[in-house]
């Protein structure tokens, strides 16, 4: 079976590995197509070439793929670069928040899954991160969030899932119950599975997130101690729910360098 004529997708590159002397291997999550494997041959060979500046991880590309329904690696044709992020690419911080963004995009789905409700968070992200918008780890939330929610499993921070209270009474001290992805009142406590702790500001700061209130967002100013919790609690209800999100090394890099892992 010979390959289709090619496909232009809009798509994110979320992972770049080597594949022989000259070519690499690229994950891109397409919008409408969802996670794609691509083969971009020759594009170890430089800038000059049709693919090898457009294919860096994190950029928002134009791809011409050749499909073939045999094939699970398809291969990429041409490729343009829409937005390429400089400023994030010349922080570290920054590329280290893309990173983890892109890595749990990759992971939170399976091949020809399409979410253009992932995908636009995914983008929002990294133009939030390139333009300096808010606070680099409260957009990782906020895209955590969004993947989440997009993936079937939104975060309540409001309902409790024990007593039904339409606005859980908060304390100082409260339980994060990961099977129903949603806050306990102070005085209630689940009644199986897992469940983390959270104090009464991460409550609050996770309501303001859900909110989409853009304004509240750029006013927060999490304490230490949130930003642990509210960092651990979305990367644990993430692996919960997505069996492949098992290791997530730039996360884990991330959280290290800030000492919240």
Known sequence: MVATDPVKEKALVVRSIRHGETSRIITLFTRSRGRVAVIAKGARRGKSTSTGGSVETSNLIEALIYFKPSRSVQTLGQASVLKSYPH?????????????????????????????????AAATMLENLENGRGDPRINLWIFQLALLRASGFAVNPLTCPVCGADEALIGARNIFWLDAGAVCCSDCRPVSGSSLPLSGESVSILRKLTENN?????????????????????????????????????LKMLDDFENLG
């Open 214 to 250: 853009s304004t509240a967002v750029r006013r927060l100013k999490p304490s230490r101690t949130a930003r642990g919790e509210i960092s651990s609690v979305l990367k644990k209800y993430l692996k919960y729910h997505h069996p492949g999100i098992s290791k997530t090394p730039a």
């Open 88 to 120: 994030i690419k010349r922080d570290l911080v920054l590329t280290g928040y893309a990173s983890a963004g892109m890595e749990l995009l990759n992971l939170s789905f399976t091949d020809a899954e399409p979410n253009p409700a992932a995908f636009d």
